[in-house]
C-alpha cells in the first residue's frame, strides 16, 4: 500500500508507542500493517494510540470503529482503588518498615526527666520520632 505523508507522520509517532506497550515494531512494507494495527488498537490501554490508529484508519478509507472501554473500566477500577487508598492511608512502606499513619504514636517515656507534666516535643526526621 502507498501512504501519504500525514499517514507516515501518523504510524512513526505510533512507533515507539506500539513497541513499548505490545513489543511489535511497525514497519511499513509489512502488508498486514493495518490489519495489525486495527487489533492492536483494540487492545491497547493508552488512548493516544487508540485516537491515532482511527486517524489512520480514516485516512486508508478503511472501516474501524473502537468501543468505547474507558468509562466501562473506570466505575469497576473505583471500588478497588478506594480500599487500596484506604489502606496505604493507615498503612505504608518507608525503608523496609511499615508505618502507620492514622493511629497515634506510642507514648514516649524519658527515663532521664523527673518532671512528667512538662510536654515533650516530637519532630520527625526521616519518618523517626525525634524527641527535643
Same mark, same amino acid.
Given at each position: 500500500?502507498? *501512504?501519504?505523508?500525514?499517514?507516515?507522520?501518523?504510524?512513526? @509517532?505510533?512507533?515507539? !508507542?506500539?513497541?513499548?506497550?505490545?513489543?511489535?515494531?511497525? +514497519? &511499513?512494507?509489512?502488508?498486514?500493517? &493495518?490489519?495489525?494495527? %486495527?487489533?492492536?488498537?483494540?487492545?491497547?490501554?493508552?488512548?493516544?494510540? !487508540?485516537?491515532?490508529?482511527?486517524?489512520?484508519?480514516?485516512?486508508?478509507?478503511?472501516? *474501524?470503529? &473502537?468501543?468505547?472501554?474507558?468509562?466501562?473500566?473506570?466505575?469497576? @477500577?473505583?471500588?478497588?482503588?478506594?480500599?487500596?487508598? $484506604?489502606?496505604? %492511608? !493507615?498503612?505504608?512502606?518507608? +525503608?523496609?518498615? =511499615?508505618? *502507620? !499513619?492514622?493511629?497515634?504514636?506510642?507514648?514516649?517515656?524519658?527515663? %532521664?526527666?523527673?518532671?512528667?507534666?512538662?510536654?515533650?516535643?516530637? @519532630?520527625? *526526621?526521616? %519518618?523517626?520520632?525525634? $524527641? =527535643?
Amino acid at each position: 500500500m502507498v *501512504y501519504s505523508p500525514e499517514m507516515v507522520a501518523l504510524l512513526q @509517532q505510533l512507533r515507539s !508507542r506500539i513497541h513499548a506497550e505490545f513489543g511489535v515494531k511497525i +514497519r &511499513l512494507v509489512d502488508p498486514d500493517l &493495518l490489519p495489525s494495527l %486495527g487489533q492492536m488498537g483494540h487492545k491497547s490501554r493508552d488512548p493516544f494510540t !487508540r485516537k491515532t490508529i482511527v486517524k489512520v484508519m480514516d485516512m486508508a478509507e478503511i472501516p *474501524y470503529k &473502537l468501543e468505547d472501554k474507558a468509562p466501562q473500566r473506570v466505575p469497576a @477500577q473505583a471500588p478497588g482503588s478506594q480500599q487500596a487508598s $484506604n489502606s496505604e %492511608g !493507615r498503612e505504608m512502606t518507608y +525503608r523496609g518498615t =511499615k508505618i *502507620y !499513619r492514622d493511629k497515634p504514636l506510642p507514648p514516649q517515656h524519658s527515663a %532521664g526527666s523527673g518532671n512528667m507534666n512538662s510536654p515533650v516535643k516530637k @519532630q520527625m *526526621y526521616r %519518618g523517626q520520632v525525634v $524527641n =527535643k
